[in-house]
């Protein structure tokens, strides 16, 4: 019998009853999926520590249609799906992407259409941290005056590959750099998205990408737009609106992109950590 149980935070929950390794009935994803729109994040704990990769796809796959990362030398290398999130090397060589998005970002906020749900698949756990933070961006739109919700009514984004608040490429919080090849593919174009967004499915407001992509506010000077996003950066990933993942050996993780802003946290060096992870896109693009 699946169970939800909330966090006690403000948002977040574990769900409990499900194997993943076996096929998912309609009423069971049914379940997790509710779950993940009245809780943001959820959390399956101790799934198989062999999952196969087929399964994982399959899970995330529900949710929406699983698109490859445009950062390719990461992927797994028979399932294009999954990045590998990793600081451990074999031979000298990255067997996957280290310090992935250690700074607030909603993912593929630099693409037309969006990511929906993120899902992560814990292989190695470090002895210390490791934890991925999240933050409720539709909390945090809620608690925002009524004069700021009119301010923000109709405004729309810029948005670029990128962590726009590290540029510095000897920092461990920059996005990792892509190559011309990759900015070629599909990563270089300026793309608009809705400030404040609702939710494609529950239709409920929130703060969209806020940190991470958004350099500028169409219509507004780059000094403006950018004060502007970094104010309500500061507001929407204040620890009252946050939650904290901890990992253990074959733990799922799910998060509803248009509801949350994500940071991983930054892991000593000394201890190996490595993910798979799934991202899906949302049907369409989000309505300006
Ligand atoms: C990410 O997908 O942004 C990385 C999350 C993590 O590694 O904790």
């Known amino acids: 019998m699946i169970s939800v149980q909330p966090s006690g935070a403000c948002m977040g929950a574990e769900v409990s009853g499900v194997d993943l390794s076996g096929p998912l009935s309609a009423e069971t994803f049914g379940a997790i999926r509710e779950a993940l729109h ?75 259409v969006p990511a929906r749900a993120t899902v992560l698949y814990s292989i190695q756990v470090p002895e210390v941290g490791g934890d991925t933070l999240f933050a409720d961006q539709e909390q945090a739109y809620a608690d925002l005056p009524e004069k700021m919700k009119q301010r923000l009514e109709g405004l729309v984004t810029l948005n670029l590959y990128g962590n726009r608040d590290d540029l510095d490429p000897e920092s461990r919080t920059i996005a990792f750099p892509l190559t011309e090849d990759q900015k070629q593919k599909r990563s270089i174009s300026v793309i608009r998205h809705p400030l404040v967004r609702r939710h494609p499915y529950t239709g409920r407001k929130a703060l969209y990408a806020v940190s991470g992509t958004s350099f500028a506010i169409e219509g507004m000077s780059d000094d403006e737009g950018l004060a502007l996003l970094r104010e309500l950066a500061d507001h929407s990933t204040q620890p009252k609106y946050q939650y904290r993942v901890s990992y253990g050996v074959g733990d799922v993780v799910a998060w509803d992109n248009a509801s949350v802003l994500h940071s991983a946290t930054l892991t000593d060096p000394k201890f190996a950590r490595t993910l798979w992870r799934v991202t899906t896109k949302e049907a369409q693009r989000p309505a300006m």
């Open 38 to 112: 009245r809780h943001h994040v959820i959390v399956l704990r101790g799934q198989s520590p062999s999952l196969e990769a087929e399964r994982f796809i399959d899970f995330a796959g529900r949710f929406g249609r699983p698109e490859p990362h445009v950062l390719d030398q990461f992927h797994h290398p028979t399932h294009s799906d999954i990045l590998i999130l990793s600081n451990v090397k074999k031979n000298g060589k990255p067997i996957g992407l280290a310090d992935g998005g250690t700074y607030w970002h909603s993912d593929y906020s630099y693409l037309d």
